[in-house]
Protein backbone atom coordinates (compact mmCIF):
# COMPACT_ATOMS: atom_id res chain seq x y z
CA UNK A 1 0.00 0.00 0.00
CA UNK A 2 1.69 3.71 -0.69
CA UNK A 3 1.44 6.65 1.57
CA UNK A 4 -1.39 8.08 -0.48
CA UNK A 5 -3.54 5.24 -0.72
CA UNK A 6 -2.83 4.13 3.39
CA UNK A 7 -3.73 8.41 4.30
CA UNK A 8 -6.88 8.06 2.64
CA UNK A 9 -7.70 5.05 5.02
CA UNK A 10 -6.30 7.13 7.92
CA UNK A 11 -8.46 9.66 7.06
CA UNK A 12 -11.74 7.70 6.01
CA UNK A 13 -11.54 5.61 8.96
CA UNK A 14 -11.14 8.39 11.70
CA UNK A 15 -14.50 10.29 9.48
CA UNK A 16 -16.06 7.02 10.46
CA UNK A 17 -14.94 7.28 14.36
CA UNK A 18 -15.88 10.56 14.38
CA UNK A 19 -19.49 9.97 13.26
CA UNK A 20 -19.64 7.63 16.22
CA UNK A 21 -17.39 9.86 18.72
CA UNK A 22 -20.36 12.84 17.55
CA UNK A 23 -22.85 10.40 18.13
CA UNK A 24 -21.74 9.04 21.68
CA UNK A 25 -20.75 12.36 23.14
CA UNK A 26 -23.58 14.08 24.89
CA UNK A 27 -25.00 17.43 23.30
CA UNK A 28 -23.11 20.64 23.85
CA UNK A 29 -26.91 22.42 24.26
CA UNK A 30 -27.66 19.62 27.33
CA UNK A 31 -27.33 20.38 30.74
CA UNK A 32 -24.26 20.52 32.32
CA UNK A 33 -23.32 22.44 29.10
CA UNK A 34 -19.98 23.80 30.27
CA UNK A 35 -19.01 20.15 30.91
CA UNK A 36 -20.36 18.24 27.78
CA UNK A 37 -18.88 21.32 25.60
CA UNK A 38 -15.38 20.76 27.00
CA UNK A 39 -15.61 17.26 26.25
CA UNK A 40 -16.42 17.66 22.44
CA UNK A 41 -13.72 20.76 22.69
CA UNK A 42 -10.79 18.69 23.32
CA UNK A 43 -12.28 15.54 21.52
CA UNK A 44 -12.75 17.50 18.19
CA UNK A 45 -9.35 19.41 18.23
CA UNK A 46 -8.34 17.80 15.20
CA UNK A 47 -6.03 14.21 16.31
CA UNK A 48 -5.01 11.88 13.71
CA UNK A 49 -7.35 9.07 15.39
CA UNK A 50 -4.09 6.70 15.71
CA UNK A 51 -5.06 4.78 18.63
CA UNK A 52 -8.97 4.05 16.91
CA UNK A 53 -7.04 2.87 13.49
CA UNK A 54 -5.30 0.62 15.41
CA UNK A 55 -8.31 -0.88 16.80
CA UNK A 56 -9.73 -1.27 13.69
CA UNK A 57 -6.38 -3.02 12.00
CA UNK A 58 -6.23 -5.06 14.55
CA UNK A 59 -9.89 -6.19 14.83
CA UNK A 60 -9.62 -6.62 10.99
CA UNK A 61 -6.26 -8.60 10.83
CA UNK A 62 -8.20 -11.14 13.40
CA UNK A 63 -11.03 -11.58 10.74
CA UNK A 64 -13.82 -8.95 11.53
CA UNK A 65 -14.95 -6.24 9.48
CA UNK A 66 -13.27 -3.26 10.83
CA UNK A 67 -16.45 -1.62 11.35
CA UNK A 68 -17.62 -4.05 13.83
CA UNK A 69 -14.87 -2.53 15.68
CA UNK A 70 -16.13 1.01 16.21
CA UNK A 71 -17.40 1.72 19.27
CA UNK A 72 -14.35 -0.04 20.90
CA UNK A 73 -12.39 2.51 18.54
CA UNK A 74 -14.25 5.42 19.73
CA UNK A 75 -13.53 4.22 23.80
CA UNK A 76 -9.86 4.20 22.82
CA UNK A 77 -9.58 7.57 21.53
CA UNK A 78 -11.50 9.24 24.55
CA UNK A 79 -9.58 7.65 26.86
CA UNK A 80 -6.77 9.18 24.92
CA UNK A 81 -8.33 12.53 24.92
CA UNK A 82 -8.71 12.60 28.39
CA UNK A 83 -5.00 11.83 28.84
CA UNK A 84 -4.27 15.11 27.02
CA UNK A 85 -6.56 17.11 29.23
CA UNK A 86 -5.27 15.84 31.87
CA UNK A 87 -1.64 16.07 30.60
CA UNK A 88 -1.63 19.95 30.12
CA UNK A 89 -3.17 20.71 33.68
CA UNK A 90 -0.95 23.17 35.32
CA UNK A 91 -0.10 20.50 37.64
CA UNK A 92 0.86 18.47 34.87
CA UNK A 93 2.91 20.06 31.91
CA UNK A 94 1.16 23.29 32.30
CA UNK A 95 0.49 23.62 28.45
CA UNK A 96 -1.16 26.71 27.11
CA UNK A 97 -1.72 25.29 23.60
CA UNK A 98 -2.31 21.72 21.93
CA UNK A 99 -2.50 21.44 18.14
CA UNK A 100 -2.26 24.91 17.68
CA UNK A 101 -5.42 26.09 19.62
CA UNK A 102 -5.66 26.61 23.56
CA UNK A 103 -5.89 24.12 26.12
CA UNK A 104 -8.93 22.85 27.73
CA UNK A 105 -8.50 23.96 30.89
CA UNK A 106 -7.69 27.73 29.04
CA UNK A 107 -11.37 27.71 27.62
CA UNK A 108 -13.33 26.01 30.52
CA UNK A 109 -11.12 26.23 33.73
CA UNK A 110 -8.87 24.10 35.96
CA UNK A 111 -11.80 22.40 37.70
CA UNK A 112 -13.90 21.40 34.14
CA UNK A 113 -10.99 20.31 32.70
CA UNK A 114 -10.04 17.80 35.47
CA UNK A 115 -13.66 16.48 35.31
CA UNK A 116 -13.70 16.96 31.49
CA UNK A 117 -10.68 14.39 31.48
CA UNK A 118 -12.67 12.32 34.11
CA UNK A 119 -15.43 11.84 31.95
CA UNK A 120 -13.75 11.35 28.64
CA UNK A 121 -12.36 7.91 30.36
CA UNK A 122 -15.42 6.33 31.82
CA UNK A 123 -17.48 7.24 28.73
CA UNK A 124 -14.34 5.55 26.71
CA UNK A 125 -14.90 2.43 29.01
CA UNK A 126 -18.46 2.23 28.40
CA UNK A 127 -17.93 2.54 24.15
CA UNK A 128 -16.08 -0.61 24.36
CA UNK A 129 -18.90 -2.01 26.77
CA UNK A 130 -21.28 -1.10 23.92
CA UNK A 131 -19.04 -3.06 21.34
CA UNK A 132 -21.04 -6.01 22.89
CA UNK A 133 -24.51 -4.66 20.74
CA UNK A 134 -22.55 -4.98 17.26
CA UNK A 135 -24.08 -7.71 15.18
CA UNK A 136 -21.10 -10.95 15.11
CA UNK A 137 -19.36 -9.53 18.46
CA UNK A 138 -19.53 -11.78 21.62
CA UNK A 139 -19.72 -10.82 24.72
CA UNK A 140 -16.92 -12.01 26.18
CA UNK A 141 -14.45 -11.09 23.72
CA UNK A 142 -16.27 -7.29 24.34
CA UNK A 143 -15.65 -7.64 27.33
CA UNK A 144 -11.71 -9.13 27.11
CA UNK A 145 -11.17 -6.54 24.26
CA UNK A 146 -12.08 -3.75 27.50
CA UNK A 147 -9.41 -5.47 29.60
CA UNK A 148 -6.93 -5.33 27.26
CA UNK A 149 -7.79 -1.53 27.02
CA UNK A 150 -7.19 -1.14 30.62
CA UNK A 151 -4.15 -2.80 30.61
CA UNK A 152 -2.68 -0.67 27.68
CA UNK A 153 -3.88 2.65 29.65
CA UNK A 154 -3.91 1.96 33.38
CA UNK A 155 -1.81 1.34 36.46
CA UNK A 156 0.26 -0.83 34.55
CA UNK A 157 0.34 1.25 31.03
CA UNK A 158 -0.04 4.40 30.21
CA UNK A 159 -0.14 5.51 33.66
CA UNK A 160 2.93 4.33 34.95
CA UNK A 161 4.59 5.76 32.34
CA UNK A 162 3.89 9.12 33.42
CA UNK A 163 3.72 8.37 36.64
CA UNK A 164 7.47 7.58 36.47
CA UNK A 165 7.55 10.56 34.32
CA UNK A 166 6.92 13.52 36.49
CA UNK A 167 9.28 12.18 38.86
CA UNK A 168 12.62 12.18 36.60
CA UNK A 169 14.60 14.59 34.82
CA UNK A 170 17.10 13.89 31.91
CA UNK A 171 19.77 14.73 34.71
CA UNK A 172 18.01 11.89 36.86
CA UNK A 173 16.96 9.29 34.52
CA UNK A 174 19.18 5.83 33.69
CA UNK A 175 18.69 4.85 30.30
CA UNK A 176 16.45 1.69 31.86
CA UNK A 177 13.96 4.34 33.68
CA UNK A 178 13.61 6.24 30.09
CA UNK A 179 13.14 3.06 28.66
CA UNK A 180 10.82 2.31 31.11
CA UNK A 181 8.90 5.78 30.57
CA UNK A 182 8.65 5.15 26.55
CA UNK A 183 7.58 1.87 26.96
CA UNK A 184 4.39 2.89 28.95
CA UNK A 185 3.52 5.97 28.13
CA UNK A 186 3.02 5.87 24.78
CA UNK A 187 4.32 2.48 23.87
CA UNK A 188 2.20 0.24 25.66
CA UNK A 189 -1.46 1.97 24.75
CA UNK A 190 -0.55 1.51 21.16
CA UNK A 191 0.33 -2.22 21.52
CA UNK A 192 -2.97 -2.76 23.37
CA UNK A 193 -4.90 -0.65 21.24
CA UNK A 194 -3.94 -2.91 18.54
CA UNK A 195 -4.33 -5.80 21.36
CA UNK A 196 -8.21 -4.82 22.35
CA UNK A 197 -9.04 -4.88 18.43
CA UNK A 198 -7.38 -8.39 17.90
CA UNK A 199 -8.76 -9.97 21.18
CA UNK A 200 -12.49 -8.32 20.01
CA UNK A 201 -11.79 -10.31 17.03
CA UNK A 202 -10.62 -13.78 18.72
CA UNK A 203 -6.93 -13.39 17.69
CA UNK A 204 -5.33 -15.73 20.49
CA UNK A 205 -1.81 -17.39 20.30
CA UNK A 206 1.40 -16.97 18.43
CA UNK A 207 -0.85 -14.30 15.83
CA UNK A 208 -1.60 -12.17 19.22
CA UNK A 209 2.18 -12.34 20.17
CA UNK A 210 3.51 -11.16 16.78
CA UNK A 211 1.03 -8.85 16.55
CA UNK A 212 2.22 -7.55 20.02
CA UNK A 213 5.97 -7.74 19.08
CA UNK A 214 4.73 -5.17 15.94
CA UNK A 215 2.66 -2.72 18.57
CA UNK A 216 6.10 -2.44 20.74
CA UNK A 217 8.06 -1.67 18.20
CA UNK A 218 6.00 0.62 16.58
CA UNK A 219 5.01 2.07 19.87
CA UNK A 220 8.56 3.10 20.73
CA UNK A 221 9.48 4.28 17.00
CA UNK A 222 6.23 6.26 17.43
CA UNK A 223 7.67 7.81 20.50
CA UNK A 224 11.18 8.38 19.88
CA UNK A 225 10.10 10.49 16.51
CA UNK A 226 7.89 12.28 18.43
CA UNK A 227 10.98 13.43 20.91
CA UNK A 228 12.75 14.20 17.36
CA UNK A 229 10.63 15.91 16.32
CA UNK A 230 10.17 18.57 19.16
CA UNK A 231 14.27 18.94 18.39
CA UNK A 232 14.10 19.24 14.60
CA UNK A 233 10.31 19.13 13.50
CA UNK A 234 8.87 22.44 12.14
CA UNK A 235 6.48 23.81 14.67
CA UNK A 236 4.20 25.42 11.72
CA UNK A 237 3.41 21.08 11.02
CA UNK A 238 3.44 20.13 14.17
CA UNK A 239 0.28 22.54 15.12
CA UNK A 240 3.00 23.29 18.55
CA UNK A 241 6.16 24.74 20.07
CA UNK A 242 9.05 22.56 20.17
CA UNK A 243 11.61 22.40 22.34
CA UNK A 244 9.22 21.84 25.12
CA UNK A 245 11.33 18.84 26.43
CA UNK A 246 14.37 20.69 26.53
CA UNK A 247 12.91 23.41 28.36
CA UNK A 248 12.05 20.63 30.84
CA UNK A 249 14.85 19.39 31.47
CA UNK A 250 12.35 16.18 30.18
CA UNK A 251 14.54 12.74 29.69
CA UNK A 252 14.36 11.27 25.99
CA UNK A 253 15.80 9.38 23.53
CA UNK A 254 17.50 11.93 21.71
CA UNK A 255 18.50 13.70 24.74
CA UNK A 256 19.94 11.00 26.45
CA UNK A 257 21.92 8.90 23.29
CA UNK A 258 22.04 12.01 20.72
CA UNK A 259 20.05 12.62 17.45
CA UNK A 260 21.94 10.07 14.99
CA UNK A 261 21.59 6.74 17.21
CA UNK A 262 17.93 7.57 17.99
CA UNK A 263 16.69 7.73 14.13
CA UNK A 264 19.20 4.33 14.26
CA UNK A 265 17.03 2.85 16.37
CA UNK A 266 14.02 4.15 14.96
CA UNK A 267 15.34 2.53 11.92
CA UNK A 268 16.20 -0.68 13.75
CA UNK A 269 12.53 -1.08 15.22
CA UNK A 270 11.04 -0.70 12.04
CA UNK A 271 12.72 -3.74 10.24
CA UNK A 272 11.84 -5.75 13.26
CA UNK A 273 7.76 -4.32 13.36
CA UNK A 274 7.78 -5.25 9.72
CA UNK A 275 9.34 -8.50 10.25
CA UNK A 276 6.29 -9.36 12.78
CA UNK A 277 3.68 -9.00 10.49
CA UNK A 278 5.01 -11.30 7.88
CA UNK A 279 2.31 -14.34 9.18
CA UNK A 280 -0.59 -12.01 8.16
CA UNK A 281 -0.18 -11.75 4.94
CA UNK A 282 -1.63 -8.97 3.26
CA UNK A 283 -4.09 -8.86 5.51
CA UNK A 284 -1.61 -6.53 7.25
CA UNK A 285 -0.55 -3.93 4.45
CA UNK A 286 -2.44 -1.33 6.47
CA UNK A 287 -0.03 -2.14 9.58
CA UNK A 288 2.93 -2.05 7.70
CA UNK A 289 2.32 1.44 5.58
CA UNK A 290 1.81 2.84 9.19
CA UNK A 291 4.79 2.04 10.54
CA UNK A 292 6.18 3.86 7.01
CA UNK A 293 4.30 5.96 7.99
CA UNK A 294 4.76 6.60 11.54
CA UNK A 295 8.95 6.78 10.73
CA UNK A 296 8.98 8.86 7.83
CA UNK A 297 6.37 11.37 9.17
CA UNK A 298 7.37 15.24 9.65
CA UNK A 299 4.35 16.29 12.17
CA UNK B 1 -33.33 -6.43 60.91
CA UNK B 2 -32.05 -4.53 64.31
CA UNK B 3 -29.27 -1.63 64.00
CA UNK B 4 -26.39 -3.81 65.73
CA UNK B 5 -27.05 -7.06 63.49
CA UNK B 6 -27.04 -4.67 60.44
CA UNK B 7 -23.80 -2.58 61.55
CA UNK B 8 -22.21 -5.86 61.84
CA UNK B 9 -23.20 -7.13 57.72
CA UNK B 10 -22.53 -3.76 56.64
CA UNK B 11 -18.45 -4.18 58.03
CA UNK B 12 -18.31 -8.02 57.53
CA UNK B 13 -19.21 -7.13 53.62
CA UNK B 14 -16.89 -4.39 53.74
CA UNK B 15 -14.36 -6.72 54.75
CA UNK B 16 -14.90 -8.80 52.11
CA UNK B 17 -14.74 -6.08 49.32
CA UNK B 18 -11.48 -4.75 50.94
CA UNK B 19 -10.46 -8.33 50.64
CA UNK B 20 -10.47 -7.77 47.10
CA UNK B 21 -9.62 -4.58 46.80
CA UNK B 22 -6.36 -5.98 48.20
CA UNK B 23 -6.21 -8.54 45.47
CA UNK B 24 -7.10 -5.93 42.70
CA UNK B 25 -4.71 -3.05 43.12
CA UNK B 26 -1.41 -3.38 42.57
CA UNK B 27 1.46 -3.72 45.60
CA UNK B 28 2.98 -0.88 47.43
CA UNK B 29 6.45 -2.41 46.37
CA UNK B 30 5.85 -2.80 42.49
CA UNK B 31 6.89 -0.08 39.94
CA UNK B 32 6.16 3.27 39.98
CA UNK B 33 5.55 2.39 43.83
CA UNK B 34 4.01 6.35 43.83
CA UNK B 35 1.72 5.65 42.24
CA UNK B 36 0.80 2.30 43.34
CA UNK B 37 1.23 3.75 46.73
CA UNK B 38 -1.08 6.39 46.05
CA UNK B 39 -3.90 4.57 45.08
CA UNK B 40 -3.38 2.22 48.41
CA UNK B 41 -3.45 5.15 50.24
CA UNK B 42 -6.69 6.54 49.67
CA UNK B 43 -8.78 3.05 48.71
CA UNK B 44 -7.98 2.40 52.95
CA UNK B 45 -8.32 5.51 54.26
CA UNK B 46 -11.35 4.02 55.92
CA UNK B 47 -14.50 4.45 53.58
CA UNK B 48 -18.23 3.12 54.97
CA UNK B 49 -18.38 1.06 51.75
CA UNK B 50 -21.58 2.37 50.71
CA UNK B 51 -22.28 2.03 46.98
CA UNK B 52 -20.11 -1.90 47.28
CA UNK B 53 -22.68 -2.64 49.53
CA UNK B 54 -25.47 -1.24 47.44
CA UNK B 55 -23.96 -2.89 44.67
CA UNK B 56 -24.27 -6.41 47.00
CA UNK B 57 -27.55 -5.90 47.75
CA UNK B 58 -28.99 -5.00 44.27
CA UNK B 59 -27.54 -8.79 43.16
CA UNK B 60 -28.79 -10.20 45.96
CA UNK B 61 -32.46 -8.76 46.12
CA UNK B 62 -32.42 -10.17 41.81
CA UNK B 63 -31.49 -13.23 43.24
CA UNK B 64 -27.34 -13.76 42.96
CA UNK B 65 -25.22 -14.64 45.68
CA UNK B 66 -23.78 -11.85 47.12
CA UNK B 67 -19.96 -12.92 46.41
CA UNK B 68 -21.05 -13.26 42.75
CA UNK B 69 -21.02 -9.54 42.32
CA UNK B 70 -18.01 -8.62 44.49
CA UNK B 71 -15.76 -7.73 41.86
CA UNK B 72 -18.39 -4.98 40.59
CA UNK B 73 -19.14 -3.54 44.12
CA UNK B 74 -15.22 -3.72 44.53
CA UNK B 75 -15.00 -1.49 40.77
CA UNK B 76 -17.75 0.82 42.58
CA UNK B 77 -16.07 1.47 45.72
CA UNK B 78 -12.60 2.67 43.08
CA UNK B 79 -14.60 5.23 41.37
CA UNK B 80 -15.97 6.46 44.56
CA UNK B 81 -12.88 6.93 45.64
CA UNK B 82 -11.00 8.54 42.95
CA UNK B 83 -13.89 11.03 42.66
CA UNK B 84 -12.65 12.26 46.31
CA UNK B 85 -9.18 12.53 45.39
CA UNK B 86 -10.16 14.16 42.60
CA UNK B 87 -12.55 16.36 44.62
CA UNK B 88 -10.02 16.92 47.28
CA UNK B 89 -7.26 19.30 44.62
CA UNK B 90 -6.88 22.78 44.75
CA UNK B 91 -8.77 23.38 42.01
CA UNK B 92 -12.01 21.60 43.35
CA UNK B 93 -12.59 21.72 46.68
CA UNK B 94 -9.26 22.32 47.94
CA UNK B 95 -9.60 20.23 51.50
CA UNK B 96 -6.10 19.21 53.26
CA UNK B 97 -7.98 16.44 54.91
CA UNK B 98 -10.23 13.76 54.38
CA UNK B 99 -11.71 11.59 57.02
CA UNK B 100 -9.20 12.73 59.45
CA UNK B 101 -6.14 12.11 57.44
CA UNK B 102 -4.36 14.41 54.78
CA UNK B 103 -5.79 14.74 51.73
CA UNK B 104 -3.72 12.18 48.89
CA UNK B 105 -2.31 15.19 46.98
CA UNK B 106 -1.55 16.65 50.20
CA UNK B 107 1.22 13.32 50.72
CA UNK B 108 1.98 12.77 47.03
CA UNK B 109 1.65 16.05 45.39
CA UNK B 110 -0.85 16.98 42.94
CA UNK B 111 -0.08 15.42 40.01
CA UNK B 112 0.26 12.34 41.55
CA UNK B 113 -3.07 12.77 42.69
CA UNK B 114 -4.63 13.55 39.50
CA UNK B 115 -2.73 9.92 38.01
CA UNK B 116 -4.03 8.37 41.25
CA UNK B 117 -8.21 9.29 40.46
CA UNK B 118 -7.39 8.05 36.54
CA UNK B 119 -5.89 4.84 37.73
CA UNK B 120 -8.89 4.09 39.98
CA UNK B 121 -11.44 5.17 37.84
CA UNK B 122 -9.97 2.68 34.78
CA UNK B 123 -9.58 -0.28 37.82
CA UNK B 124 -12.70 0.50 38.78
CA UNK B 125 -14.48 -0.26 35.45
CA UNK B 126 -11.83 -2.69 34.98
CA UNK B 127 -13.07 -4.76 38.17
CA UNK B 128 -16.71 -3.98 36.53
CA UNK B 129 -15.96 -6.52 33.28
CA UNK B 130 -13.51 -8.75 35.53
CA UNK B 131 -17.39 -9.74 37.03
CA UNK B 132 -18.06 -12.11 34.12
CA UNK B 133 -15.37 -14.27 35.31
CA UNK B 134 -17.63 -15.18 38.53
CA UNK B 135 -19.27 -18.58 38.03
CA UNK B 136 -23.19 -18.10 37.13
CA UNK B 137 -23.00 -14.53 36.33
CA UNK B 138 -23.51 -13.95 32.14
CA UNK B 139 -21.17 -12.06 30.39
CA UNK B 140 -24.02 -9.95 28.92
CA UNK B 141 -25.05 -9.04 32.12
CA UNK B 142 -21.31 -8.04 33.48
CA UNK B 143 -21.53 -5.68 30.53
CA UNK B 144 -25.06 -4.01 31.21
CA UNK B 145 -24.03 -3.74 35.05
CA UNK B 146 -21.29 -1.66 33.80
CA UNK B 147 -23.19 0.62 31.95
CA UNK B 148 -25.51 0.84 34.35
CA UNK B 149 -22.54 2.21 36.75
CA UNK B 150 -21.41 4.49 33.84
CA UNK B 151 -24.77 5.85 34.17
CA UNK B 152 -24.43 6.65 37.60
CA UNK B 153 -20.86 8.12 37.60
CA UNK B 154 -20.45 9.72 34.19
CA UNK B 155 -20.93 12.89 32.29
CA UNK B 156 -25.09 11.82 32.87
CA UNK B 157 -24.66 11.13 36.61
CA UNK B 158 -22.08 11.81 39.10
CA UNK B 159 -19.90 14.26 36.97
CA UNK B 160 -22.97 15.96 35.79
CA UNK B 161 -23.27 17.17 39.28
CA UNK B 162 -19.83 17.79 39.92
CA UNK B 163 -19.97 19.68 37.01
CA UNK B 164 -23.34 22.17 37.74
CA UNK B 165 -21.52 22.13 41.69
CA UNK B 166 -18.85 24.35 40.55
CA UNK B 167 -20.59 26.65 38.61
CA UNK B 168 -23.26 27.74 41.47
CA UNK B 169 -23.17 29.35 45.14
CA UNK B 170 -25.77 29.38 47.76
CA UNK B 171 -26.65 32.77 46.40
CA UNK B 172 -26.81 32.26 42.45
CA UNK B 173 -28.47 28.34 42.63
CA UNK B 174 -32.26 28.24 42.53
CA UNK B 175 -34.24 25.44 44.22
CA UNK B 176 -34.13 23.59 40.79
CA UNK B 177 -30.50 23.84 40.41
CA UNK B 178 -29.59 22.67 44.16
CA UNK B 179 -32.24 19.50 43.21
CA UNK B 180 -30.39 19.01 40.11
CA UNK B 181 -26.83 18.82 41.67
CA UNK B 182 -28.32 16.62 44.71
CA UNK B 183 -29.97 14.48 42.47
CA UNK B 184 -26.68 13.62 40.85
CA UNK B 185 -23.45 14.80 42.63
CA UNK B 186 -24.45 11.64 45.05
CA UNK B 187 -27.51 10.50 44.29
CA UNK B 188 -27.49 8.80 40.91
CA UNK B 189 -24.29 7.11 41.97
CA UNK B 190 -25.91 5.32 44.40
CA UNK B 191 -28.71 5.22 42.57
CA UNK B 192 -27.20 3.31 39.92
CA UNK B 193 -24.52 1.48 42.50
CA UNK B 194 -28.12 -0.70 43.61
CA UNK B 195 -29.43 -0.96 39.89
CA UNK B 196 -25.79 -2.82 38.47
CA UNK B 197 -25.74 -4.89 41.39
CA UNK B 198 -29.49 -5.42 40.53
CA UNK B 199 -28.99 -5.87 36.75
CA UNK B 200 -26.25 -8.26 37.04
CA UNK B 201 -28.90 -10.52 38.22
CA UNK B 202 -30.73 -10.01 35.42
CA UNK B 203 -33.27 -7.86 37.85
CA UNK B 204 -35.88 -5.82 35.08
CA UNK B 205 -38.90 -4.63 34.48
CA UNK B 206 -40.94 -3.12 37.52
CA UNK B 207 -38.67 -5.05 39.94
CA UNK B 208 -36.10 -2.63 38.43
CA UNK B 209 -37.82 0.75 38.79
CA UNK B 210 -38.78 -0.02 42.27
CA UNK B 211 -35.35 -0.38 43.10
CA UNK B 212 -34.30 2.67 41.31
CA UNK B 213 -37.61 4.34 43.44
CA UNK B 214 -35.75 3.08 46.75
CA UNK B 215 -32.40 5.12 45.34
CA UNK B 216 -33.43 7.97 44.72
CA UNK B 217 -35.41 8.44 47.92
CA UNK B 218 -31.96 7.19 49.59
CA UNK B 219 -29.67 8.90 47.69
CA UNK B 220 -31.36 11.88 48.56
CA UNK B 221 -31.78 11.66 51.95
CA UNK B 222 -28.46 10.53 52.27
CA UNK B 223 -27.32 14.26 50.50
CA UNK B 224 -29.15 15.91 52.61
CA UNK B 225 -28.30 14.23 56.04
CA UNK B 226 -24.19 15.21 54.68
CA UNK B 227 -25.27 18.52 54.50
CA UNK B 228 -27.01 18.84 58.12
CA UNK B 229 -24.67 17.10 59.72
CA UNK B 230 -22.25 20.07 58.27
CA UNK B 231 -24.03 22.25 60.34
CA UNK B 232 -25.11 19.87 63.26
CA UNK B 233 -22.85 17.71 63.65
CA UNK B 234 -19.91 16.68 65.99
CA UNK B 235 -16.12 16.93 64.06
CA UNK B 236 -14.38 14.48 66.18
CA UNK B 237 -17.38 11.65 64.90
CA UNK B 238 -17.14 12.92 61.31
CA UNK B 239 -13.52 12.92 61.37
CA UNK B 240 -13.81 16.20 59.54
CA UNK B 241 -14.24 19.97 60.10
CA UNK B 242 -17.66 21.28 60.08
CA UNK B 243 -18.94 24.44 58.48
CA UNK B 244 -17.40 23.95 55.08
CA UNK B 245 -20.26 24.49 52.96
CA UNK B 246 -21.15 27.72 54.28
CA UNK B 247 -17.35 29.21 54.11
CA UNK B 248 -17.57 28.20 50.49
CA UNK B 249 -21.07 29.42 50.28
CA UNK B 250 -22.30 26.04 48.77
CA UNK B 251 -25.49 25.65 47.62
CA UNK B 252 -27.10 22.89 49.91
CA UNK B 253 -30.92 22.06 51.15
CA UNK B 254 -30.79 23.23 54.47
CA UNK B 255 -29.02 26.54 53.50
CA UNK B 256 -31.60 27.46 51.19
CA UNK B 257 -34.74 25.92 53.41
CA UNK B 258 -33.56 25.52 56.74
CA UNK B 259 -32.78 23.11 59.28
CA UNK B 260 -36.03 22.15 60.08
CA UNK B 261 -37.79 22.03 56.22
CA UNK B 262 -35.06 19.57 55.77
CA UNK B 263 -35.36 17.54 58.52
CA UNK B 264 -38.76 16.87 57.53
CA UNK B 265 -38.00 16.49 53.90
CA UNK B 266 -35.47 13.61 54.69
CA UNK B 267 -38.41 11.92 57.09
CA UNK B 268 -40.66 11.67 54.00
CA UNK B 269 -38.34 10.34 51.30
CA UNK B 270 -37.62 7.39 54.32
CA UNK B 271 -40.99 6.89 54.30
CA UNK B 272 -41.70 6.52 50.56
CA UNK B 273 -38.23 4.96 50.20
CA UNK B 274 -39.62 2.19 52.52
CA UNK B 275 -42.96 2.28 50.57
CA UNK B 276 -40.42 0.69 47.06
CA UNK B 277 -39.03 -2.14 49.04
CA UNK B 278 -42.41 -3.57 50.16
CA UNK B 279 -42.71 -6.14 47.02
CA UNK B 280 -39.13 -7.73 47.96
CA UNK B 281 -40.44 -9.10 51.27
CA UNK B 282 -37.58 -10.10 53.32
CA UNK B 283 -34.83 -10.13 50.76
CA UNK B 284 -34.91 -6.26 51.20
CA UNK B 285 -34.36 -6.23 55.22
CA UNK B 286 -30.50 -4.95 54.47
CA UNK B 287 -31.97 -2.24 52.37
CA UNK B 288 -34.85 -1.13 55.10
CA UNK B 289 -32.42 -1.32 57.89
CA UNK B 290 -29.72 0.85 55.70
CA UNK B 291 -32.41 3.49 54.80
CA UNK B 292 -33.19 3.43 58.97
CA UNK B 293 -29.49 3.92 59.09
CA UNK B 294 -28.83 6.57 56.78
CA UNK B 295 -31.26 8.87 58.40
CA UNK B 296 -30.65 8.54 61.85
CA UNK B 297 -26.76 8.57 61.71
CA UNK B 298 -24.88 10.90 63.29
CA UNK B 299 -21.21 10.68 61.37
Known sequence: MNKDKFIEQLKSMGAEVDDLLDKILPPGDA?????????????????????????????????????????????????????????????????????????????????????????????????????????????????????????????????????????????????????????????????????????LSGLAGEDLDALTGYGNDMGLAFQITDDILDIVGDPVLLGKSIGSDQRQDKATYPSLYGLDQAKRRVADLAESGHAHLERFGTQADSLHALLDYIVERDR
Chains 1, 2 share one sequence.
Open 31 to 199: RPEELHRAMRYSVFAGGKRLRPFLVLQGAFVGGLHYRQALPLAAGAELIHVSSLVHDDLPCMDDDDLRRGKPTNHKVFGEAMALLCGDALIMLGFDAAAANAEIEGVKAIRALAALRELHCGVGYAGMLSGQAIDISFTASTATPETLDYIHRHKTGSFITYALRAGAV
